[in-house]
């Protein structure tokens, strides 16, 4: 049996599994006339992935679904691959990338694509936030290939593979020229991919937008047919709407509608400038409690912002450590539309499991802001408590949390992360 990919021809996610092909000597054979929405709805295709989703890989063995294991199957199937580098530390490199890939570089260029083209609900703030990580991960990986033609090593690997996928949704539909140019090492990176034989054969003609798709309404179900009414009783219930005369457009196009505003942006003007505390925070590497802790408290405006404490409900799961603290900074990931509006400290606690995650937050306002509640799962599989200040063991806690003080409530640290 042969290798049969389902996936339409424009999957960059496909692309992923073909190129590793070519570059392996493997064959893969795309389905033809795959349709999205029809040929993945089918009793055959649920079977090999009841949820759905592609690309799904048919193999002798069995199907696979997901497009990074999708590759790694592929890549594997040629025995001493040099896409997988040539000794165990570039390996893990190739797998490191792998995930940065995938967690900052496509997952952000998602949260801004998608809401775009209205298969989601579009929010400024999620989108400014999306924009943000996606900045500081392309200015990471930017620094990275300063010096570099390849993510590893000296050749490719499957870790540049599906970075240059990941970005070709980018840079075809999102990315202007205006944007990339901040990255000058990306820009260089990906067209000297892209017009790699192997990656030119399966990828095409990459041309790189010219503008950001404007918003589009989200898309909603379709209404049942008449048709579809069970019975005749039901259908006489049913009314035609009255004709409505068509209105003449007076433009080619509505003029664009002004963003609508955070709620938290229409707050009293607050004395505490955000971003002026971050900067201390980050610039303060000695004397720490002298000088930023003391500095918080002077800038603080307890009207315009409140502490909040966090704990992980959850604590007795958290048995093993990088799966912990890989927890931790997922969520801060997904806090990144709340950038603008919050500070926070993660605490990673104990030197033995169960390790206990803990955190601090400062917001503008006076509650957890809503916005963040709806838009990041994980805010519920915390406990919330609002600090006390005018508790000196509270006030306490906060500057131990701040500074990362250990032992912390008699423990050691196993990490700590800064939102900022």
């Known amino acids: 049996m042969a290798l049969v990919l389902h996936a339409g021809s424009t999957n960059k996610n496909a692309f992923k599994a073909l190129v590793a092909a070519e570059y392996s000597g493997i064959q893969v054979e795309l389905v ?25 890989l048919e193999t002798p063995d069995g199907p696979i679904f997901e497009s990074n294991a999708i590759a790694r199957y592929v890549t594997r199937l040629k025995s001493d691959n040099p896409l997988f580098g040539f000794s165990p530390i570039e390996y893990a490199h190739i797998e490191q990338w792998i995930d940065f890939a995938s967690l900052e570089i496509d997952a952000n260029i998602l949260r801004w694509f998608i809401p775009r083209i209205g298969y989601a609900v579009y929010l400024p703030p999620a989108e400014e936030a999306a924009i943000s990580a996606l900045k500081r991960a392309l200015g990471a990986l930017n620094t990275h290939i300063a010096s570099r033609t390849y993510l590893v090593g000296h050749s ?14 980018g840079f075809s539909r999102l990315l202007t ?12 990176y990906f067209w000297t991919m892209v017009n790699q034989p192997n990656f030119h054969k399966i990828l095409g003609e990459v041309k790189q937008a010219e503008s950001v798709p404007s918003v589009q309404s989200a898309k909603k179900p379709s209404q049942p047919k008449v048709k579809d009414v069970p019975n005749k009783e039901a259908k006489k219930e049913i009314k035609k709407e009255p004709t409505k005369p068509k209105v003449e457009a007076v433009a080619e196009e509505e003029a664009p509608k002004p963003k609508p505003k955070n709620p938290l942006d229409l707050l009293p003007p607050s004395k505490m400038i955000l971003d002026d505390w971050k900067r201390l925070y980050s610039n303060t590497k000695t004397n720490f409690r002298e000088v930023a802790i003391k500095g918080f408290w002077d800038m603080y405006d307890p009207e ?12 007795d799961e958290n048995t093993v450590s990088f799966v912990t603290m890989n927890k931790v900074g997922g969520f801060l990931q997904r806090m990144d539309l709340a950038r603008k509006y919050a500070f926070g400290k993660m605490l990673v606690i104990g030197s033995q499991p169960p390790y206990k995650v803990k955190g601090l937050w400062l917001f503008r306002g006076q509650e957890v802001p809503q916005f963040i509640i709806d838009e990041c799962y994980d805010m519920e599989l915390y406990e919330w408590k609002k600090a006390d200040i005018t508790d ?8 131990q949390m701040i500074e990362d003080h250990e032992p912390f409530e008699g423990e050691d640290l196993l990490d700590a992360k800064c939102f900022k």
């Open 304 to 315: 315009g912002y409140s502490l909040w404490f966090c704990e992980y409900k959850y604590n």
């Open 156 to 169: 490719v690997t499957l870790a540049d593979i599906i970075m240059t996928c990941n970005l070709t949704l």
């Open 392 to 399: 000196e063991a509270q006030k306490e806690r906060v500057n």
């Open 177 to 188: 020229k205006s944007f990339t140019s901040e990255f000058p090492h990306v820009e260089r």
């Open 32 to 56: 033809k006339n795959f349709e999205m929405g029809v040929s993945n709805k089918t009793p055959e295709f649920l079977k090999m992935n009841p949820i759905g989703k592609v690309p799904v």
